[in-house]
């Protein structure tokens, strides 16, 4: 069963950067979709950003366009997230989370996913 582990999280002021990272153990990311997702306290958990296991087609959620870069990295069996120009309403637990369903499909909600990392903390402060 694919395992995912998260890294990269921690404190950043606003307008600051950090670079999140999935990394797969026991099987190759390259059958997978992958989405980043996030949870504040109290929140629902919200899609931010997902790449299909082609890597041709990306999505992004309208709070985060133009700020967060996702990306993949077949040698490293890694999937990044960029975060620039942080907000602290951008304070959440990040999760990844993969699916197999094809080389253009690119997963939005956090539902339909079949695996899950246990989260990294981004706290920016105000």
């Known amino acids: 069963q694919l395992q995912l582990v998260e890294s990269g999280g921690g404190l950043v002021q606003p307008g600051g950067s950090l670079r999140l990272s999935c990394a797969a153990s026991?099987?190759?990311?390259?059958?997978?979709?992958i989405g980043w997702f996030r949870q504040a306290p109290g929140k629902e958990r919200e899609g931010v950003s997902c790449?299909?296991?082609?890597?041709?087609?990306?999505n992004y959620a309208d709070s985060v366009k133009g700020r967060f870069t996702i990306s993949r990295d077949t040698v490293k069996n890694t999937v990044y997230l960029q975060m620039n120009s942080l907000k602290p309403e951008d304070t959440a637990v990040y999760y990844c989370?993969?699916?197999?369903?094809?080389?253009?499909?690119?997963?939005?909600?956090?539902?339909?996913?079949?695996?899950w990392g246990k989260g990294t903390l981004v706290t920016v402060s105000s």
């Open positions: 989370a993969a699916v197999s369903r094809g080389p253009y499909y690119c997963p939005y909600g956090p539902g339909g996913m079949d695996y």
């Open positions: 026991r099987f190759t990311l390259d059958y997978y979709a």
């Open positions: 790449i299909s296991s082609s890597g041709s087609r990306t």
